[in-house]
């Protein structure tokens, strides 16, 4: 995708620019294939630049690629923490994915940054599945802790009663038990 340790130079962004314009020309017009491959030329040029990333995640999300999507804005999301634009596009492909959690906590953090309709459209649509989903882990999770804890407690139990059976055993005076000697008696034939 580009270096993003290379010295990006005045020339290079003009070049990024370029392709960042003719990219929005292509989706405009239509083609995505060809608007995901000059931003990629863009991104290129300018590795570092955070808006060109979540520019070519929103074309992965009309080219149906939302894998594609998180990938890009998580790049963003490196470059710039801040980037609104990046957390909505991401929470965007999640939700496509059917990852209503991620998908809620990112359009928050979308709405949060900077506010914009659309974000807060797609969290009202994907917040009654991410509160449904969350609500069963907890219940599932606190489930899992009550028998972790069940066994434990009836480990314990199994152990203090094999130590107050060992106390016991150990506190009786030992009788020794004699089992008959055997006489043999031996008959001699006369």
Do not use: M
């Given at each position: 995708m580009g270096d993003p340790s290379i010295e990006v130079t005045e020339d290079m962004e003009e070049a990024s620019s370029q392709k960042r314009t003719e990219a929005m020309e292509a989706l405009s017009s239509g083609e995505l294939e060809k608007?995901?491959?000059?931003?990629?030329?863009?991104?290129?040029?300018?590795?570092?630049?955070?808006?060109?990333?979540?520019?070519?995640?929103?074309?992965?999300?009309?080219?149906?690629?939302?894998?594609?999507?998180?990938?890009?804005?998580?790049?963003?999301?490196?470059?710039?923490?801040?980037?609104?634009?990046?957390?909505?596009?991401?929470?965007?492909?999640?939700?496509?994915l059917g990852h209503w959690e991620e998908a809620s906590h990112d359009l928050q953090m979308a709405c949060r940054l900077d506010y914009d309709d659309q974000a807060n459209e797609w969290l009202k649509e994907v917040t009654p599945n991410a509160t449904k989903l969350a609500e069963h882990n907890r219940k599932y999770e606190r489930k899992r802790e009550e028998r972790e804890l069940k066994v434990k407690t009836e480990r314990i139990r199994k152990a203090r009663e094999a130590q107050a059976k060992a106390r016991q055993v150990s506190s009786q005076p030992q009788i020794e038990k004699h089992k008959p000697e055997r006489l043999y008696i031996q008959f001699y034939l006369f």
């Open positions: 608007a995901i491959a000059l931003f990629t030329e863009a991104i290129e040029q300018n590795p570092r630049s955070a808006l060109l990333h979540a520019k070519r995640a929103s074309v992965y999300i009309k080219a149906k690629r939302p894998v594609a999507a998180i990938r890009d804005c998580s790049k963003a999301i490196d470059l710039n923490k801040d980037n609104a634009t990046a957390y909505k596009w991401r929470g965007r492909a999640h939700r496509l």
